[in-house]
C-alpha cells in the first residue's frame, strides 16, 4: 500500500512566523502536490512537483513555497504565516504517466495561525 | 473553464438503502479521467473508484458504481446497501487530458446514513 506521511495532524503557530508543512511517500512516485481544503470550498491546488528540484504554481500559491529536494520529499512553506491560511493542508502523491492511477493522501494537517 | 459541480452539500439516506451522489463536470479535452473519493471525519482521503472518459463501461468497485453519462457530463456515484460507516464526505475529481495528474475538485457532498 501507498504511504503519503505528512510531519503532524494538528499545528498551531503565530502571525508572522515562518512554518514548514512536510510530506513524504515511500512509493517512488514522480508527482506529488499540497492542497488546502476549507468548508465549503473543497480542495484547492497550491503547489505541485513531478520532479525532484521541479515545482508547478497550482490556483492558490499565493504566500506558499516548496521544497523537492529528494523524490520522497515535498515540503510546503508558509514564509509569513497569516490568519488566513488557517485551513487543513493535504498532501498527496501519485505515479506519472498513467492515467487511471489516483492520488494517494496523507491524513493532513489541521494548521491554527493565532 | 474546467470545473465540477456537485450541487447536494448534504444528504441523508437510511441504512441499506442505495443513494446517488451527483457530479457533473465541464471540460472541452476529449480524454480525461473521473475520480470519487470519500472523506471520513477523521480527515484522510479515500480514492473510490475511477472512470476514464474513453471507457465504455461504467466503473463498479464493490458497492460502489460510478453511472457515467458522457453526454450529459455527468458521472455520478452510486452506493448501494448504505452502511453506517458510509456517513462521510464525498469529492468528485477530474484530471484534465494532458495534465500530470492534476485534479479538479467538486465542493462536496456530506452523506449521513441514518440507522
Known amino acids: 500500500d501507498v504511504k503519503v506521511t505528512q510531519s503532524s495532524r494538528y499545528l498551531v503557530k503565530r502571525t508572522g512566523e515562518k512554518v514548514f508543512l512536510e510530506c513524504v511517500q515511500d512509493m517512488d512516485h514522480e508527482n506529488m502536490f499540497w492542497y488546502r481544503q476549507d468548508p465549503g470550498l473543497g480542495l484547492r491546488l497550491i503547489y505541485f512537483?513531478?520532479?525532484?528540484?521541479?515545482?508547478e504554481k497550482g490556483d492558490i500559491p499565493e504566500g506558499y513555497s516548496v521544497s523537492r529536494e529528494k523524490k520522497e520529499r515535498f515540503s510546503l512553506i508558509l514564509e509569513s504565516a497569516s490568519t488566513n491560511q488557517t485551513s487543513m493542508y493535504l498532501c498527496a502523491s501519485r505515479i506519472q504517466g498513467i492515467g487511471n492511477q489516483p492520488q494517494h493522501f496523507g491524513d493532513g494537517t489541521r494548521l491554527s495561525i493565532l | 473553464a474546467q470545473k465540477i459541480t456537485q450541487t447536494q452539500p448534504g444528504m441523508f439516506v437510511q441504512e441499506k438503502e442505495a443513494v446517488t451522489l451527483d457530479c457533473t463536470y465541464d471540460t472541452s479535452d476529449p480524454s480525461y479521467g473521473l475520480f470519487w473519493y470519500k472523506q471520513p471525519s477523521s480527515g484522510e482521503m479515500i480514492f473510490l473508484i475511477y472512470?476514464?472518459?474513453?471507457?465504455?463501461q461504467n466503473a463498479t468497485e464493490g458497492r460502489y458504481s460510478l453511472n457515467f453519462q458522457k453526454a450529459r457530463k455527468s458521472a455520478n456515484l452510486v452506493i448501494s446497501a448504505s452502511q453506517l460507516g458510509d456517513s462521510a464526505m464525498y469529492f468528485c475529481a477530474m484530471s484534465p487530458g494532458g495534465s500530470q495528474g492534476n485534479l479538479i475538485f467538486g465542493k462536496g457532498t456530506k452523506l449521513s446514513v441514518k440507522p
Open positions: 512537483s513531478y520532479d525532484v528540484k521541479m515545482k
Open positions: 472512470q476514464g472518459s474513453y471507457d465504455q
